[in-house]
C-alpha cells in the first residue's frame, strides 16, 4: 500500500486515554522547558542504527550512575537483586532507578514502569536498514555473537547482498527491515496478530506524539539542543560519534532497484519518520522563538549565538534541575565529587565499565577527546562562598607525564595553581586553594574548566588496543573541603 493512503490514517483521530505516558501539550513554547521531576523514570527507547551509543553516553550523564538502569531482561546482571524476580517484582524493583535505557520496544517496557518519560530517535528508514547490513557485516568480521537471535542476523549479512538481505524469508531477518521502528514504538492490548498495519502505524504516531522527547538522526546536534533545552541539561557544543563507522552517503553506489525495495518494505516507517520530522521541526522553532524571547538570542542562523543562548538558559534554570541533594557526598564541611555522581560538562568521555559505564564500581573518566574539559558544581556547602576552599585533584592516569604537566584549572575564571602532593603511578594527588571570591559569581555553579597541552590516542602505549579515543587524564575523585577549621553558617 502506498504511503499517501497511510499519510490519511496518521491523520485519524488517536484516543490516549487511559495511558500511563508522560503528556504534555508542545503547542506553546513555554512548555518545551519540562524538567525531569525525582519521581520521574525517563526510559530511553534505543532503536538500532540511531546513534544510539552516542545518546545514551549523553543522557547517562546527566544521573547518578547508580540510578540508571539497562532494562528489565538485563538487570540481574548489574543488579543481583533482580536475580529470579517476576515481572511484577522487578517493575517494583525499577521504582529505583531514574534511567532506563536499552533495546526494547515500547510496549514491552511500559508493562515495567510506574512513572515513565519516554524518548528515542527515529531515522530515514532507508538509511537505517543500510547501515544495519553494514553494521552486522562488520561484527560478524570480530566474531561477535550476543544471542541466538544475532546469530542469525549475522548469518544472513554475511551470507547475502543488502537486496538478499532485504528480501531474507526469515521472519528475525524480516523483522528487523521492514517496518521496525514502527513496531518498537506501538503498543497494543492482546494477540498482537489482531492488529493491522493501521493500527500498528496510528499507535506509532500516538507513541511519537506523547514522548517527552523524539529526536531525529538526520538532524542529531539539533534534537541535542532541544534535548537539553526540554530538560535543563548541560548544552555541550560538540559530542563524540560513538560507533559511527562513516560520514558518507549510506546510498552511494546502489542501485534505484535496491533502494525502492528497501522503502517497499518500510513505507509504514517512512510515514512515522515524516510525522516525528513535522514535530520535530515545530518543537525546535518554538525553542528558538523561547530563546529569542527568554535569552535574547538575535540570530538564529548562528551556531554560536544558539549555544549561548542554550548556556543562558541551562545557567537560569540550573538550582531547579541540579539540587545540591543529587550530589550524594556533599555536606556543609566536604563536598567529594566522583563520576557516578551526574556530570554537568563537557569534554568527558564517557564512564567506563561494563554496560556503557554504568557499573558503579567504576567512578573514572577520561577527559578527551580535546584539550578543554568543564566540570559545573552547585554553589553549596564547601563552595558557598564564605571561605576559602581547598581542592584535591585525585588523578588515576595520565597517558603521557607531559600532558598531566600541562594541567590547567581554573574556577570560573580565576587561575587555581596546583601542586602536586604525591605521585602514583602516572597519576598522582594534586592540591590547590579556590579563593572565596572565585565563588561569588551570578550563576548558581562553580566552573571547573580543566586545560592541557594536547591528548593523545588511549592505545598510544598499546597498539593492540582497538581504543584510539584522544585522551589526556583520568580523573577519580575532586574533593573539596572550607580552609577554615570549624564552619560557620
Sequence with gaps: MGAKIWLNIVGAAVDNSGMDDFSDDFSTASMLYCPLATTDQLCYIHIPKTAGSTLTAIADAQFDVRQIAPGPYKLPALDPAAQGRTPAELRQLLTRYRFIRGHFSHNLIRQFLTRPAYMTVLRDPVDRVISLHEFLRRTAERGIVETPEHEVLLRAAVEHDLLGFVQHPDPIVQQRTSNFQTRQLAIWEGDEAMLSAGDFLQSACASVDRFAWVGVMEQFQ????????????????????????????????????????????????????????????????????????????????????????????????????????????????????????????????????????????????????????????????????????????????????????????????????????????????????????????????????????????????????????????????????????????
Excluded at 562513516?246 to 525495495?261: C, D, H, K, M, N
Excluded at 515524516?274 to 520535530?280: E, V, W
Excluded at 593523545?456 to 584522544?470: C, K, M, W
Design 222 to 489: 539539533a534534537a541535542v539542543q532541544l534535548l537539553n533545552y526540554r530538560f535543563g541539561w548541560y548544552p555541550a557544543a560538540e559530542y563524540q560519534s560513538l560507533r559511527v563507522a562513516t560520514q558518507r552517503s549510506r546510498r552511494e553506489g546502489l542501485s534505484p532497484a535496491v533502494i525502492e525495495a528497501i522503502a517497499q518494505q518500510n513505507v509504514l516507517d517512512q510515514v512515522l519518520y515524516d510525522h516525528a520530522k513535522t514535530r520535530f521541526a515545530t518543537q525546535y522553532q518554538q525553542m528558538i522563538e523561547a530563546l529569542q524571547r527568554d535569552e535574547q538570542l538575535q540570530d538564529a542562523s548562528d551556531a554560536a549565538a544558539v549555544q549561548t543562548a542554550l548556556q543562558q538558559h541551562y545557567a537560569r534554570h540550573y538550582a531547579d534541575t541540579h539540587p545540591p541533594e543529587q550530589f550524594s557526598d556533599l555536606s556543609r564541611r566536604r563536598l567529594v565529587y566522583d563520576f557516578r555522581q551526574p556530570l554537568s560538562g563537557e569534554g568527558w568521555h564517557r564512564r567506563n565499565g561494563p554496560f556503557n559505564g554504568i557499573a558503579p564500581q567504576d567512578a573514572t573518566r577520561w577527559s578527551g577527546p580535546g584539550t578543554v574539559s568543564v566540570l559545573d558544581l552547585p554553589l553549596a556547602g564547601p563552595l558557598a562562598g564564605k571561605t576559602n576552599v581547598r581542592l584535591r585533584l585525585e588523578i588515576e592516569r595520565a597517558i603521557a607525564p607531559d600532558i598531566l604537566a600541562s594541567l590547567e584549572l581554573t574556577v570560573n575564571q580565576h587561575v587555581i595553581p596546583l601542586h602536586v602532593q604525591s605521585r602514583q603511578s602516572s597519576g598522582g594527588l594534586l592540591e590547590g586553594t579556590i579563593p572565596a571570591i572565585a565563588l561569588h559569581g551570578s550563576k548558581p555553579f562553580a566552573r571547573f574548566t580543566f586545560r592541557l597541552s594536547h591528548t593523545l590516542p588511549l592505545n598510544v602505549n598499546n597498539p593492540g588496543s582497538e581504543d584510539d579515543r584522544l585522551v589526556g587524564f583520568a580523573l577519580r575523585q575532586l574533593v573539596l573541603e572550607p580552609m577554615r577549621r570549624w564552619w560557620i553558617g
